[in-house]
């Protein structure tokens, strides 16, 4: 078997997973097919977008399955006439089993986290959040418990002390690509000598991080309960998307949901610093350095205080 020979469904939603497809068409693997989520209205206009996923598929001439029910009768039997022999999943939903277990050589996602760290839907987010110094990616083979399944591929990447979420999520992209294209191809290899595709299960940690979907809600900076540190890693942790958060008072005058996306841990006392934004924590105090009023740009700490004067 060549890599043209074997029948791969795609499914996937985001940039993340659209780079990895290219990927693969580029690279000549078979993708007969991929899956995506049903486009939706967005921004102001409201106007219909499609995924990035599906904005590729377009462009190459491929079949595309938008369904709103994974388990829907047509949609399953539409995915069936494709005759894949192999599935990948990268950044899209929680498959049901008839979906999953489909193919003869099945089905394996790509993780961007070192599992079994970081399961759910923000394993990036929650490593930088979490001030954690590496993370990676991982692919392993689908089961019932989401993010579960045996290993076949890990990767690390190291966190830089000031990086935020937006630079390692480009780099897990890159590094995912290359991950997804090595597993296809030792399944290929294995498929060819008749062999198991070598998996490993998950190691048992006694301290798993999760890495749940994130909220507004959840992005609110919280001062007086968090130390400098703790708000330097939350901030970078959720910049630039979705973006940390806080009321703020500057110069007397009260400031809500305040996006911010930069701040560094303040090294001097409170009093010093006159003319900069500086906030004390329960430890410590920050130095907002970029942030985003409700109706302005984003911009620099002093753009933003020359435009108050």
Known sequence: MTKSDLRIIYLGTPEFAAT?????????????????????????????????????ALEVGLPVLQPEKLKDEAFVEELRSYQADLQIVVAFRML?????????????????????QYRGAAPINWAVMNGDQETGATTFMLKHEIDTGNMILQERLPIGPDENVGSVHDRLMQMGTGLVTRTVDLIIECE???IPIPTTPQPEIAELRPAPKIFKEDCEIHFDQMTAEQVHNFVRGLSPYPAAWANLTINGQLFENVKIYKVEVYPHPLHEGKGDIIVPCKEGAVQILELQVPGKKRMDAKSFLNGLH
Do not use: C
Request: proline share 8%; aromatic share 8%; no cysteine.
């Open 20 to 56: 990895s497809l290219r990927a693969l068409v580029e690279g000549g693997y078979n993708v007969v097919a991929v899956v995506t989520m049903p486009d939706k209205p967005a921004g102001r206009g409201h106007q219909i977008q499609f995924s990035e996923v599906k904005k590729y």
């Open 96 to 116: 049901p089993e008839v979906v999953w277990a489909m193919p003869r050589l099945g089905t394996f996602n790509l993780h961007a986290s070192l599992l079994p």
């Open 192 to 194: 060819n000598k008749g």
